[in-house]
């Protein structure tokens, strides 16, 4: 599988924008780049997904690189809600697995 | 959306007893599921995948005769801890793929189950 590197952490204060970024330099043609996340004590939730453009929706913006080797999950308005850790995941072709690593865990200061 | 859920969501047992985990999605089929499981400040790691009526596929590392998995329909695959024992004390969760979602893999987690073995 290919691997995905991601800070550990970030701050940010509340009502401001948080990037994240994420570095994929082994990735294939195929690979989707997915964003979960995971809020304390509860399952990962869906955040976001792209291949070559960069895609919006209502929680969050994906910016991806021209040559794919990184992306940059947007969250424009941090809540404290907002607080998580958040997976940069590659995949592959439909019912692949999902490899998990590290993720970057987000503190939102009010 | 597509839901997943996970029963109980949290049990503590003895040392030596079995017990039973269950991953439904309650409302789509799925052929295959996905069971993780994450110990405290560390990221989810795959267990095994579930396939419907067939073998479940598990990770290196993983015993399959101490963690038993069944998917004996398309919206229940259930994860047996058997003697369970301290170590295996950690956060399981599954996860599930809707057929309108598969193109591009996108999964439905469950809440998770917290096992404790005292």
């Known amino acids: 599988d290919a691997k995905t590197t991601q800070p550990n952490s970030m701050e940010s204060n509340e009502e401001e924008p948080v990037h994240l970024p994420c570095n994929h330099s082994?990735?294939?043609?195929?690979?989707?780049i997915h964003w979960y996340r995971q809020l304390p004590s509860q399952g990962p939730e869906y955040v976001i997904h792209?291949?070559?453009s960069n895609v919006n929706n209502r929680m969050a913006s994906l910016a991806i690189a021209e040559d794919r080797k990184s992306s940059t999950l947007i969250l424009h308005r941090a809540t404290l809600r907002d607080a998580a850790v958040y997976y940069c995941i590659l995949s592959g072709a439909a019912g692949n697995k999902l490899t998990f690593g590290g993720g970057t865990r987000v503190l939102v200061k009010p | 959306g597509a839901v997943v859920s996970q029963h109980p969501s949290w049990v503590i047992c003895k040392s030596g007893t079995s017990v039973k985990i269950e991953c439904r999605s309650l409302d789509f089929q799925a052929t295959t599921m996905f069971w993780y499981r994450q110990f405290p400040k560390q990221s989810l790691m795959l267990m095994a995948t579930?396939?419907?009526?067939?073998?479940?596929?598990?990770e290196q590392g993983v015993e399959k005769d101490k963690f038993l998995i069944n998917h004996a329909s398309l919206t229940l695959s259930t994860l047996t801890v058997t003697s369970a024992h301290p170590e295996d004390s950690s956060f399981y969760i599954c996860?599930?793929?809707?057929?309108?979602?598969?193109?591009?893999?996108?999964?439905?987690f469950g809440p998770g189950t917290r096992l404790t073995v005292l």
């Open positions: 792209g291949l070559t």
């Open positions: 996860s599930a793929t809707p057929p309108l979602r598969a193109s591009y893999n996108e999964q439905f």
């Open positions: 082994t990735i294939s043609g195929t690979d989707y």
């Open positions: 579930s396939n419907e009526g067939s073998k479940a596929t598990y």
